[in-house]
Nanobody, 128 residues
């Protein structure tokens, strides 16, 4: 059983920064791509960022490109999302997820159906 536990969310003013973490257990972390998604009130869950299993390729939604950075520490089985220059429209519950396929990558990582394990989410609120 894979477990993903997010942390690091909170309330921040516009222009501020937060760093989200996602601690993974129960499966070989280093062999699977990981992603961050978010869901704002009344909206569908959407892709934010993903990182390949090898830590060499990253993918971002246009809305966060240049402001957010995804990274992973395979030795610690932990995924990160550094969020800078936060905007009120970044307010959402943020979820980490693990790709169902080992050693896979590509633009399919932007698709929620590729992920088979999800964390419980962490709330990020950006005030104006």
């Amino acid at each position: 059983q894979v477990q993903l536990v997010e942390s690091g969310g909170g309330l921040v003013q516009a222009g501020g920064s937060l760093r989200l973490s996602c601690a993974a257990s129960g499966r070989t972390f280093s062999s699977h791509a990981m992603g961050w998604f978010r869901q704002a009130p009344g909206k569908e869950r959407e892709f934010v960022a993903a990182i390949s299993w090898s830590n060499s390729i990253t993918y971002y939604a246009d809305s966060v490109k240049g402001r957010f950075t995804i990274s992973r520490d395979n030795a610690k089985s932990t995924l990160y999302l550094q969020m800078n220059s936060l905007k009120p429209e970044d307010t959402a519950v943020y979820y980490c997820a693990t790709d169902s396929r080992a050693y896979a990558g590509g633009d399919s990582l932007r698709t929620q159906s590729q992920y088979n394990y999800w964390g419980q989410g962490t709330q990020v609120t950006v005030s104006s």
